[in-house]
């Protein structure tokens, strides 16, 4: 069970690096799914029962909603074609999924039972106060979920853009808000493209006022970039890769220091 704990605390820090580096939010919000496995080996005692279940699914959907993250440098996903009885299967699946691993966590005592299930201290406004911040969180994990199934079957080809213009906005589009994102805007053959990407894709190609890509178009047509290797534009973003590289480095050995004496020594 410490193992178990361990990793799951290594795994949560990895995340939240990663949000950090990329500039993307959604890496931070994926530990949702491991709240539950890392409270359950926290709260672990003997004679405690394991919910091997919860575990399984919270893991799985870690790793699926994970893959509509990981490797793409720059997405195209706003013209994507929206399949609504599919997106609503899937926020449905998802929601019964967190919400099943949460309440099983909080019955069996992993976490703080706030809504009192199993005793008749249940009250509909607790149940309520439980259910609106999971219906935000899980369509950002059914977003996830629909890149992921996008990304399932992809078609290569190159996109030339030109008259690129790379901007930092908020997703409303304007200059401030509470979520700063890096965006791409460019012309290829009279149509204008929309990208977001990475942080550190910003700051390698916000020089470039044309640019030639080689993409691959998903099932639903969402358009990803995973490769960027010119080495110029690595070169733009080498002192900048040393420094998170020293600083996840510095900050994993303390994570790990952490988790050693949290769940070894505690």
């Known amino acids: ?45 003997s004679g405690m029962a394991v919910n091997g279940l919860m575990v399984l699914i919270c893991l799985l959907m870690f790793l699926l909603c994970r893959h509509g ?11 994507r074609k929206r399949h609504s009885v599919l997106f609503c299967v899937l926020y449905m699946v998802t929601f019964l999924l967190m919400f099943y691993s949460l309440a099983t966590a909080q019955i ?25 911040p999971l219906l935000a969180l899980n369509y950002t994990y059914t977003m996830m979920l629909y890149t992921a199934i996008d990304r399932s079957i992809l078609k290569k080809r190159e996109l030339v853009l030109l008259s690129c213009r790379l901007f930092i906005s908020s997703k409303s589009g304007i200059d401030k808000g509470i979520y700063q994102g890096y965006f791409l805007e460019g012309v ?11 942080a550190r894709t910003y700051y390698m190609l916000k ?8 993409i691959r178009t998903g099932l639903f047509g969402g358009i990803y970039v995973m490769e960027l290797d010119d080495p110029e534009f690595l070169k733009r973003v080498r002192r900048r890769d040393r420094h998170d590289l020293k600083v996840g480095t510095v900050l994993f050995l303390l994570a790990f220091a952490a988790g050693i004496f949290i769940f070894w020594h505690l």
């Open 207 to 214: 020089k470039e006022t044309s640019l030639r890509l080689q």
């Open 1 to 45: 069970m410490a193992w178990l704990g361990f990793i799951t605390f290594l795994m949560i820090y990895w995340c939240f690096f990663m949000a950090a580096v990329t500039g993307r939010l959604g890496w931070g919000l994926l530990t949702g799914w491991l709240v539950p496995i890392l409270a359950m080996t926290l709260s672990f005692r």
């Open 108 to 132: 069996q005592g992993y976490l703080l039972n706030l809504q009192g299930w199993g005793s008749e201290n249940l009250r509909f406004w607790r149940l309520l106060l439980t259910i609106i």
């Open 188 to 198: 290829s053959n009279g149509v204008t493209y929309h990208f977001q990407m990475t």
């Open 69 to 79: 993250l990981t490797d793409i440098r720059m997405w195209n996903t706003k013209q």
